[in-house]
T-cell receptor
Framework: ETGVTQTPRHLVMGMTNKKSLKCEQH?????MYWYKQSAKKPLELMFV???????ENNSVPSRFSPECPNSSHLFLHLHTLQPEDSALYLC???????????FGPGTRLTVL | AQSVAQPEDQVNVAEGNPLTVKCTYS??????LFWYVQYPNRGLQFLLK??????LVKGSYGFEAEFNKSQTSFHLKKPSALVSDSALYFC??????????FGAGTRLTVKP
């Protein structure tokens, strides 16, 4: 694939569950991103990290909590989600904020 | 604020015919423009980009795109479509603030 891996690939969770999405990049990049892809809507940028520091939070609800322990790993912690949060969550990375990002395969999330 | 519009949800072409997937943008400053493709159950893959230089940009899999500043467009083209080109195509723009925005996507179906 592209050097950006995401686990799990599929996740079904209840509204009271707590789960985490994991992203890992093997490209030596310094910037990492979370995107949300819902059906028939533009791809939505959620969070941006550059050199492990969060540089952007696009008004994302607090039930989504990102974590970037190092420049190779990015997590998205989920708790008390709503059914409308069901979507494909894509992780991406880039050498820096000026370069086009490479995307992972995504995690298909279903909230029951 | 920058934005991207893909006016067609769906494009259908016959194999061997030329294809065009339309994209228009609105951005302050000089645009960085991108096309990505998403095959079923896969992450987004980079196709091509325009930063500066020639208005006609050549990318992967025989695709090309033409930057038209006066029409603020960046249409994706291919002279002869293949059935395997059937996928979801996303146009994206990154402005001078490094904010990257995606269009809603266009589903291309190439019929034998």
């Amino acid at each position: 694939e592209t050097g950006v891996t995401q686990t799990p690939r599929h996740l079904v969770m209840g509204m009271t569950n707590k789960k985490s999405l994991k992203c890992e990049q093997h490209l030596g990049h310094n910037a990492m991103y979370w995107y949300k892809q819902s059906a028939k809507k533009p791809l939505e940028l959620m969070f941006v990290y550059n050199f492990k520091e969060q540089t952007e939070n696009n008004s994302v609800p607090s039930r989504f909590s990102p974590e970037c322990p190092n420049s190779s790993h990015l997590f998205l912690h989920l708790h008390t989600l709503q059914p409308e949060d069901s979507a494909l969550y894509l992780c991406a990375s880039s050498q820096d904020l000026f370069i086009f990002p490479f995307f992972g395969p995504g995690t298909r999330l279903t909230v029951l | 604020a920058q934005s991207v519009a893909q006016p067609e949800d769906q494009v259908n072409v016959a194999e061997g015919n030329p294809l065009t997937v339309k994209c228009t943008y609105s951005v302050s400053g000089n645009p960085y423009l991108f096309w990505y493709v998403q095959y079923p159950n896969r992450g987004l893959q980079f196709l091509l980009k325009y930063i500066t230089g020639d208005n006609l940009v050549k990318g992967s899999y025989g695709f090309e795109a033409e930057f038209n500043k006066s029409q603020t467009s960046f249409h994706l083209k291919k002279p002869s479509a293949l059935v395997s080109d059937s996928a979801l195509y996303f146009c994206a723009v990154r402005d001078n603030n490094n904010d990257m925005r995606f269009g809603a996507g266009t589903r291309l179906t190439v019929k034998p």
